[in-house]
DNA sequence: AGAATTTGACCCTG
DNA sequence: CAGGGTCAAATTCT
């Protein structure tokens, strides 16, 4: 009987190992392609996307982004298929079966290195299937392997190489002949440098025209522990290591560098993952933010993607571009904007074009829009259009916007940094979020003129915008947060989904809207 | 005084 | 050897 179990269990084991080599195979030919894809965009006549930027049309350019970001969620997906099959043969249970590998396999996993890279280890890939190494591409920031490559690469023009002779000038102080103290001190300076661990990229936009000294928090606390210049950018790069990293061991480290095309940019590459607690500094949003929320002003679609430049093709758009690695490559944030216009109270919801007043909306009325709890009114869709104390009337003269907004927070137990996964789940709530009809009242026309669905999130640090959103974007702050980008958020992440859309009525005093859920 | 940052030197990798 | 990452003394900050 024992030969008989050993031989059905032989025989799925192989199977098992069919299996996941064919979807290793895939995944990795499929990652060439994009990757192909990745470069031809990115060694496009006109200076790569950067140019393109300025010079073609925005229908191209939004082509290519959308070309980007498609590659940027297609190799996302295989890296979670690699991960999965990574995670599946490091079951214990199936321990020493290494499929498809043997020895090479189970060396990898639990250093949980970059996906993709795991695949390159197993060391019998089928022999259709490309290795990562076959994987060409001169852009190093979006390399295959995510491993510790500091590839910033944002390059312009101008040499900073003033430094270069620095290692042959000896400081006489330092360089003590004593062949003790020399052998102390090199041993005390050995580079612990660490293996090749997971990084994780981000680009953060700070929208502060480069006045800020340094990037936005987020959320854990850091040690400065070096400084470089870096050839041919403009701005030096920050070495960060986590403050605890003595008292608890935690490995995070993270450099910091500004943008030079655009310096409202940083590029953090986080190293390591953290064992630390985050401090928890901040103040806490509550998770009912309808009375707070402040509306803040709708980012214009045609503000994301990639960023602008010089023409070269491994300016920023490097950074940003989704390469195998795209997982890791958490934005794209938004290329600066012109100056948003001032907030508006979601109070406001009737918003008029044409009078200074902001009729009101009560707050347990917009609850009950929102599906939240009854505040015993009739109808709690029922919308008064009711006077502000000052001014005095509220009669509309002509046409005003009403701006109806449902949201819906969703709270969201993420690690900074899984911005993909937000918005995938924010979009599910989009499906529930997106047919809230306004019905007119007894006066006037109500005819949707404008109609934006809005992905806000609050958060400390700045999330990056998703590059994958077709939403506009817009941020919630509350009342207390100065500015939009200064929001809070402890552990998860308060994610809200809405729609606005904006009709056209004209009403008085008195007159009722009904709004349907 | 202790923590954090700055900065030149040192070390490692390609 | 150049470039970039890290170390650690010196300096600044709190």
């Known amino acids: 009987m024992e030969p008989e179990s050993s031989k059905a269990a032989g025989r799925m084991k192989f ?55 498609a590659s940027a969620a297609i190799v996302d997906k ?7 099959l990574s995670t599946a043969t490091r079951d214990p249970n199936s321990s020493g079966s290494s499929p498809g590998a043997g020895a090479g396999e189970s060396s990898s996993p639990e250093l949980g290195i970059s996906k993709l890279t795991l695949i390159s280890n197993t060391g019998s890939p089928t ?13 190093s920031s979006s390399e295959i392997r995510s491993e510790c490559s500091h590839a910033i690469s944002t390059q312009v023009t101008g040499t900073n190489s003033f430094d270069s002779d620095e290692d042959t000038l000896p400081s006489p102080d330092r360089r003590d002949p004593a062949s003790d103290l020399d052998k102390r001190k090199s041993d005390k300076k050995r580079r612990k440098f660490l293996p090749k661990c997971e990084t ?20 854990y606390t850091w040690r400065k522990y070096g400084q470089k210049d870096i050839k041919e950018t403009q701005f030096p790069r920050s070495y960060y290591r986590c403050t605890h990293k003595n008292e608890l061991g935690c490995p995070a480290s993270k450099t910091v560098q500004r943008s030079d095309q655009d310096p409202d940019y940083y590029v953090v590459i986080y190293k390591g993952k953290h064992v630390c607690p985050m401090v928890e500094r901040y103040i806490h949003v509550p998770a009912d933010i309808s009375n707070v929320i402040t509306l803040a002003p709708v980012i214009p679609r045609q503000y994301f993607g990639v960023l602008g430049g010089e023409g070269q093709d491994r300016g920023v ?30 109070g406001a919801n009737l918003r008029s074009t044409s009078v200074l007043h902001k009729p009101l909306i009560d707050s347990n009325v917009l609850r009950n829009l929102l599906g939240g709890i009854g505040d015993g009114s009739d109808d709690p869709r029922l919308l008064t ?24 927070t969703t709270p969201l137990s993420l690690e900074p940094g899984l911005l993909d996964t937000i918005f995938d789940e924010s979009s599910e709530h989009l499906g529930c979020m997106y047919d809230f009809p306004v019905s007119h009242g007894e006066h006037g026309e109500n005819s949707p003129s404008t109609t934006n669905a809005t992905v806000s999130y ?45 009709y056209s009525s004209t009403c008085e005093t008195g007159d009722e809207i009904y709004y349907e859920n």
């Open 15 to 69: 199977k098992a190992m069919e299996l996941e080599r064919l979807v290793r195979s895939e995944a990795l030919s499929g990652c060439q392609q994009v990757k192909n894809v990745e470069t031809q965009i990115l060694m496009a006549p006109a200076g790569g996307l950067v140019g393109m930027a300025v010079t073609e049309g925005e229908a191209t350019r939004a082509l290519r982004t959308t070309i980007l970001n």
């Open 78 to 84: 295989f890296n979670r298929v690699i991960q999965l």
């Open 127 to 139: 022999p259709s299937s490309p290795t990562l190494s076959s994987c060409p591409t001169p852009h």
């Open 200 to 219: 994780r990229q981000r680009v953060v936009w700070t929208g502060d025209g480069g006045n800020e000294p340094v990037p936005p928090d987020d959320g």
């Open 317 to 346: 758009s490097n950074i940003l571009l989704p390469g195998p690695s795209a997982s890791n490559i958490e934005c794209n944030a938004p290329i600066a904007a012109p100056p948003y216009p001032e907030s508006t109270e979601i």
């Open 385 to 408: 259009v009711q006077d502000q104390p000052q001014p005095q009337s509220c009669v509309q003269q002509g046409a005003i916007s009403i701006t109806t907004s449902a949201s819906e």
């Open 458 to 502: 609050s958060s400390t640090p700045p999330l990056p915008l998703s590059p994958s959103t077709d939403l506009a974007m817009m941020f919630s702050a509350g009342s207390d947060v100065p500015s939009p980008f200064n929001m809070t958020w402890m552990g998860g992440i308060n994610c809200s989904v809405s729609q606005t859309r904006t």
